[in-house]
């Protein structure tokens, strides 16, 4: 991959810039969803985006018509990627904490990795095998399964982080679909039916939290605009586009290695911004997941170059 990055750099560089906008995304979302309600601010980021978007769809329609067979592929990522995703992610960034929400996300490769050995049949190697794993192990001392149990963590920072881990699931399939689609289409055309799609299904949800609290708009301020446009600009539109153009030119695996950029810079802003600490059952779970990610996606290239693994 290394050679690749040095040949044809500027995939890359979109899929690290698509992360480093999701990264700071975590604390803008929390932040933002203090003043908004879930729904609503889901509603009005993907309504705006679509907005902005449907010019150049209109114009890459009419040179690329889409096929009535493809249509149900194309509403499945939408549903996935923006209707699950952000619903899941929402609903539980408003209970867990950016941290964790940030470092649960790194089990996106590995899922990337199981769900390709599954169903893409992809080799794999013992090596993967065990950091899958210790990934998996590392998450569910994250989610805080074994705090549940003592009596350590709150029900409602627990069912946050297993929403978390429910977006990440709902992410890699929606891109592995998306993969297949972006053989046919623009990576524009597969974000901007995207975007459709959750604004359709955003609005009921929205409405309903409308017709029940109507006073919430009264409560904007500057820093939730601030948040809204951020979101729907930059992590919206600019960073799907980025991350499906460059995942059009790479593979799903390549694509969610660079989910490592977004940790960090998350938890900087969330310590900086949030005042949130890190506990030392986040950093023993961060420390396994990172690990099992490294084993069960970087270095399946290397085991698969020495020819030394036992192939599963």
Do not use: C
Not at 3 to 13: A, G
Not at 175 to 187: D, E, G, N, V
Not at 228 to 241: H, P, W
Request: hydrophobic share 55%; glycine share 6%; no cysteine.
């Amino acid at each position: 991959m290394s050679s690749q990055i040095f040949k044809k750099p500027i995939p890359y560089f979109a899929l690290i810039l698509a992360h480093l906008i999701w990264g700071a995304n975590f604390v803008v979302a929390k932040i933002t969803l203090h003043e908004f309600p879930p729904m609503s601010l889901a509603f009005l980021r993907f309504a705006l985006a679509s907005l902005f978007l449907a010019p150049f769809l209109l114009s890459e329609t009419k040179k690329v018509r889409l096929k009535k067979e493809d249509l149900p592929k194309l509403i499945a990522v939408g549903v996935l990627i923006i209707t699950l995703n952000i619903t899941f992610f929402f609903e539980g960034i408003k209970r867990t904490t950016a941290i964790d929400a940030s470092v649960l996300t790194l089990i996106l490769p590995i899922l990337s990795v199981l769900l390709g050995w599954w169903f893409l049949k992809e080799k794999i190697f013992l090596v993967n095998l065990f950091g899958v794993l210790l990934g998996f192990a590392g998450a569910v001392v994250i989610v805080g399964v074994p705090q549940f149990f003592v009596g350590t963590i709150s029900n409602e920072a627990f069912l946050g982080n297993i929403l978390i881990v429910l977006a990440s699931i709902s992410w890699v399939v929606g891109a592995l679909i998306s993969k297949k689609l972006l053989t046919k289409y623009s990576s524009l055309i597969v974000t901007a039916v995207a975007f459709l799609v959750g604004t359709v299904t955003f609005l009921i949800p929205a409405w309903m939290e409308y017709i029940s609290n109507p006073t919430w708009l009264n409560q904007i301020t500057i820093v939730g605009i601030l948040g809204l446009v951020y979101m729907t600009l930059l992590s919206s539109i600019s960073a799907y586009f980025l991350f499906e153009w460059g995942l059009s030119k790479t593979s799903v695996a390549i694509a969610d290695l660079f989910q490592y950029i977004e940790p960090p810079l998350a938890t900087f802003l969330a310590v900086s911004l949030l005042s949130e600490k890190l506990s030392p059952s986040f950093i023993i779970g961060a420390v396994f997941i990172a690990i099992g990610a490294y084993l069960g996606t970087f270095a399946k290239e290397a085991h698969h170059r020495l020819k030394k693994a036992h192939r599963m």
